[in-house]
């Protein structure tokens, strides 16, 4: 299955997904695409709101878009890439049977099957603003993440195969 049927797919069932991808075998350039993908969708997530801050505030769009830039597409692939190697190793303590790729996979393919409720997000927050329907849709967002990420460390730890 492609990608774009794999995220409304992990909505209804996210462990079968999960062990989907896991059958594919471990290929570290998938697990690339699913991270910096999911890093570019959460950056176009923050135009509009970065729009309507320099609209309200005089601040220079572009300023505020290349230090976005810089933070999302950057520097949290680094970050992500070492809470994934912390998720392994607590999944290891806890008695969990897996390796450092599953962890990645986990959390890349979490991040990015929550990249559409992360879009919704950046929509509310340059439409609406800051106010209950961003904590809403924030809320959800976040839900949705921990969801998959947990639901793959289940599978990839504790599944009997």
């Known amino acids: 299955m492609s990608v774009t049927t ?9 462990r079968k997904v999960f062990a989907r991808l896991l059958s594919m075998g471990a290929r570290e350039d998938r697990l690339l695409i699913f991270l910096i993908s999911g890093c570019v969708l959460t950056f ?34 680094l970050l992500l890439y070492m809470l994934a190697l912390a ?22 393919w979490a991040f990015l099957a929550a990249s559409p ?3 919704l997000n950046g929509l509310v927050a340059g439409f609406i603003g800051s106010g209950a329907a961003l904590n809403l849709v924030g809320a ?11 639901s793959g460390m289940i599978q990839g730890y504790w599944a009997k195969p």
Do not use: C
Not at 6 to 14: E, H
Not at 87 to 108: E, I, N, S, V
Not at 140 to 150: D, E, H
């Open 6 to 14: 794999d995220i409304p797919a992990t909505y209804r069932g996210p």
């Open 44 to 77: 176009v997530a923050q135009m509009p709101k970065l729009a309507r801050e320099a609209h309200l505030t005089g601040q220079e769009l572009n300023m505020l878009l290349g230090g976005s830039l810089l933070g999302i597409v950057f520097i949290a692939p």
């Open 87 to 108: 998720a392994h190793w607590l999944a290891r303590a806890a008695g969990g049977q897996g390796d450092a790729y599953r962890a990645r996979l986990a959390l890349f």
């Open 117 to 119: 409720l992360m879009l």
């Open 140 to 150: 959800l967002w976040l839900a949705a993440f921990l969801w998959f990420w947990v």
